[in-house]
């Protein structure tokens, strides 16, 4: 697992393997009903009713229903009449009944079981990343709702701010300490932050309908946001990640398994290209001699009339070996591609995580340095607007000084989501 620290953080205020069905989604059983309130209740919401994610455990279910059917093939039974009996010394050969049970050579159900197998546990392993790649694009669609969230918030906070200001430049215009411009300006700066707000608000629905999507629900059901998110900070690094991401990733594990299932189809290729052998019994109903004078019958008993009982043994010899040999070929070419396959798993694994290492650190410096310049910025607002009161001047500053602290809050906010959906990708990959 990743090691992590999370600690809370208000950007505005501080100026943030089992086999079976019940053990890979024993999550699922403690999920109360009612309205999901944390996004680990909504990860659950989302493993239940993922229509994808179920395909993928039926899938892991079929492939597991493979094993047991690589047994003995059936026997054959059979029973023959004869039309015209056949005459014999101790009677009449009347029907015959044959059994016969083939055998493959020694190991190969075992190998064809072994491969099934394998075949599973990379259906399984793909069941896991499928689940994995989900419960990121919950989590990501989850950080971008929030960021929006409080994006309006934001900007309704500083909407009433600028209002203010709108107030205190009309009361310098009136008394004749400043100009109309003063006002003016702030009109406009209060009307271009209207126009941002209600682009936001259009886009706090989009989100929300693509996040109910995650979860296959209504596009309108509301969606708890929490007032701070946490801000989880990665104790590992680079290597020792991606050491565990080798180690962990279930779809490398995926093809892990399909490799041995290759290799054990290799093995069950060439087995069946052995003999294999046929034990099984005849047994032939007789009827009893009567035609015969009695001192011939009474030589007979008690043979007469007996049933014949006959052991029987068959080899199948494969002389047309070219099948044999395709299947061979066949079975080394397909591990020669998963081989390739792994490859480039494993280097897209290794760019997908220098891409979401770099936004972790980007991201975390972002969210330190925008903490400072709000401080900074708001003292100086404090002390331009202490300014302006006493002799109307430098009113186009405090704009300006505020439109910074405006922008450092809402990329403070946009910094913590992209930290949070880094470390998400992160855990995604192992």
């Not at 009612?34 to 993928?56: C, E, R």
């Not at 020792?240 to 399909?258: G, T």
């Amino acid at each position: 697992m990743i090691l992590t620290k999370q600690y809370h953080i208000n950007p505005i205020n501080s100026v943030m393997k089992a086999s079976t069905l019940v053990c890979c989604l024993l999550f699922i059983a403690v999920y109360a009903t009612g309205n999901a309130q944390t996004l680990d209740d909504y990860l659950v919401m989302a493993a239940d009713s993922n229509a994808a994610l179920k395909a993928k455990f039926l899938a892991y279910q079929a492939a597991l229903e493979q094993v047991p059917q690589m047994g003995l093939p059936d026997p054959e039974i059979s029973f023959g009449y004869f039309i015209s009996p056949v005459e014999t010394r101790v009677g009449a050969q009347e029907a015959r009944f044959s059994a016969m049970q083939m055998f493959p050579w020694f190991g190969t159900l075992g190998v064809k079981k072994d491969m099934k197998t394998e075949a599973a546990k990379a259906s399984y392993a793909s069941f896991e990343q499928t689940k994995s790649d989900l419960f990121y694009q919950v989590k990501a669609a989850y950080y971008s709702l929030y960021e929006s969230e409080q994006r309006i918030r934001i900007m309704e906070e500083n909407l009433e701010i600028l209002k203010t200001f709108e107030s205190l430049a009309t009361t310098r215009f009136e008394s004749g300490t400043a100009g109309m411009v003063d006002v003016l300006r702030i009109q406009m700066e209060i009307a271009e932050l209207d126009n941002r707000l209600l682009f936001w608000r259009d886009k706090r629905v989009l989100l929300t309908t693509a996040f109910n999507q995650q979860l296959n629900r209504d596009p309108d059901s509301g969606v708890v946001m929490p007032d701070t998110l946490e801000v989880i900070e990665l104790l590992a690094d680079k290597s020792i990640l991606a050491d565990s991401i080798l180690a962990q990733n279930d779809r490398l594990a995926s093809f892990e398994h399909m490799k041995l299932a290759h290799e054990y189809s290799i093995k069950a290729a060439k087995k069946m290209g052995a003999p294999a052998f046929g034990l099984g019994v005849n047994y032939v109903l007789v009827s009893e001699r009567t035609d015969l004078p009695a001192g011939q019958a009474a030589m007979l008993t008690p043979a007469n009339g007996q049933d014949a009982l006959m052991p029987v043994m068959s080899i199948k010899i494969p002389l047309y070996r070219g099948k044999y040999k395709a299947q061979v070929k066949e079975a080394g070419l397909n591990l020669e591609a998963m081989e390739s396959l792994e490859d480039e798993q494993r280097n897209e694994l290794q760019t997908n995580l220098e891409r979401a290492w770099v936004a972790h650190s980007d991201a975390g410096r972002r969210i330190k340095l925008y903490r400072e310049q709000i401080k900074v910025a708001g003292q100086a607002r404090q002390i331009l607007i202490k300014a302006y009161s006493a002799d109307g001047k430098d009113f186009e500053e405090i704009l300006r000084v505020q439109r910074m602290l405006l922008n450092y809050e809402l990329e403070i906010i946009k910094a913590v989501k992209d930290k949070n959906t880094a470390v998400a990708k992160i855990k995604s990959l192992m």
